[in-house]
Structure formats: structure tokens, C-alpha cells
T-cell receptor, first 110, second 111 residues
Framework: RKEVEQDPGPFNVPEGATVAFNCTYS??????FFWYRQDCRKEPKLLMS???SGNEDGRFTAQLNRASQYISLLIRDSKLSDSATYLC???????????FGTGTRLTIIP | DADVTQTPRNRITKTGKRIMLECSQT?????MYWYRQDPGLGLQLIYY???????NKGEISDGYSVSRQAQAKFSLSLESAIPNQTALYFC??????????FGSGTRLTVV
């Protein structure tokens, strides 16, 4: 089983819609969680950290479910500029390295 | 200036040639990483360094070597490039409790 698993998509979503994706992680000792966004042929960029209590940044909401070992990302009122690949990233306690999922590709359709 | 700078941005090289990819950062972070990314695959860790005297192999270190010349500089070398090393290479830094900051990447093609 992969340490971090994501549905690769693609998710094709009409502009203005709400879209959500999940990411599961295998190690219950995982400590820190992030969502990154990567545009085609560009570097990944931090979108948001994921906190135990859940957190929101504008149209984006991230949640963590430790019992079921998954994190989620919700995008409301999607924009064309939200089209990208979204990477789930996990850090385990005592392990300084981050583990990346392979990403979920999202395309917003006009 | 970018926080993490990679050079070159693009490089085409021949099989068997030695090539060095360079990375420098202005964030003052101790931790630096080299990843490669292939189409449809996730980021694969090549090498990482937690300070100037600390170098560690990642998942796919064979065929690569690194040098941490200073806190701000971490270079990746392909001693004898082969076609399956054609990929997009990223350098990243990390501060305490933070996520990674990536460079813009180096697109390497080995022909």
C-alpha cells in the first residue's frame, strides 16, 4: 500500500461548482499535512497546511480525519484558475522528510 | 529574486556526459532536498541534506551524487547521464515545522 494515495482524476468540473478530493495516508504516526498545487511543468507550491481542527482559506477548506487517516480539500465557487494538479503531502513524526502523493488533476470547464 | 534558484532551467545532454544541476537558497534553511518528477508519477526523493555535514540518500539515489557546498548551496550531479534520467528535477528547502519551498525546476533531457 502506498504511504499517500490520491485519486489521480482527472476531475472535470464546471466553473462555479464545488469540488472535493480526499487523500489517504497509511502511517498513523503522521504528524503534519499539507496540500500543494502544481501547475503544468511548474514547481509545486504550498496551498495550505491542514490542521487537526480543520482550516479555511477563502474558497478553500482543508480537513483532517485521523481516525480514518485521510485529509480532504474542498474548493467552493471554482474558478478557471483553479485548474491544476493538487498534491497531498504528509510528514511522519520523527521523519523530517515529506511524502508526496501523485496528485489529483483538476480541470475547471468554462 | 526567488527564494530557491535552480540552474540551468533547461539542459539537453548526451548519454555518458557528466552534468551538474545547481540549487541556491536565500531562506536560511538547513534542510535541502533534490527530487525528480516523471510524467504521471509523483515526486521521487534523490538525496537530502539537513546541514552542511549531513548528506542522505533518498529513494532513487543510484546514478546521482550531491554536494552541499554551503548552507545555501546544494548541487546534484549525474556522473554519466543515461536516457532514463530524463526528467524534471526540483530542489527544495524546508524550515522547522514548515512545508517545502521549491525551486522552479530543471528540465533535463538525455539523448
Amino acid at each position: 500500500r502506498k504511504e499517500v494515495e490520491q485519486d489521480p482524476g482527472p476531475f472535470n468540473v464546471p466553473e462555479g461548482a464545488t469540488v472535493a478530493f480526499n487523500c489517504t495516508y497509511s502511517n498513523s504516526a503522521s504528524q503534519s499535512f499539507f496540500w500543494y498545487r502544481q501547475d503544468c511543468r511548474k514547481e509545486p507550491k504550498l496551498l495550505m497546511s491542514v490542521y487537526s481542527s480543520g482550516n479555511e482559506d477563502g474558497r478553500f477548506t482543508a480537513q483532517l480525519n485521523r481516525a480514518s487517516q485521510y485529509i480532504s480539500l474542498l474548493i467552493r465557487d471554482s474558478k478557471l484558475s483553479d485548474s491544476a494538479t493538487y498534491l497531498c503531502v504528509v510528514n511522519m513524526l520523527g521523519n523530517e522528510k515529506l511524502t508526496f502523493g501523485t496528485g489529483t488533476r483538476l480541470t475547471i470547464i468554462p | 529574486d526567488a527564494d530557491v534558484t535552480q540552474t540551468p532551467r533547461n539542459r539537453i545532454t548526451k548519454t555518458g556526459k557528466r552534468i551538474m544541476l545547481e540549487c541556491s537558497q536565500t531562506k536560511g534553511h538547513d534542510r535541502m532536498y533534490w527530487y525528480r518528477q516523471d510524467p504521471g508519477l509523483g515526486l521521487q526523493l534523490i538525496y537530502y541534506s539537513f546541514d552542511v555535514k549531513d548528506i542522505n540518500k533518498g529513494e532513487i539515489s543510484d546514478g546521482y551524487s550531491v554536494s552541499r557546498q554551503a548552507q545555501a548551496k546544494f548541487s546534484l550531479s549525474l556522473e554519466s547521464a543515461i536516457p532514463n534520467q530524463t526528467a524534471l528535477y526540483f530542489c527544495a528547502t524546508q524550515g522547522d515545522g514548515e512545508g517545502y519551498t521549491f525551486g522552479s525546476g530543471t528540465r533535463l533531457t538525455v539523448v
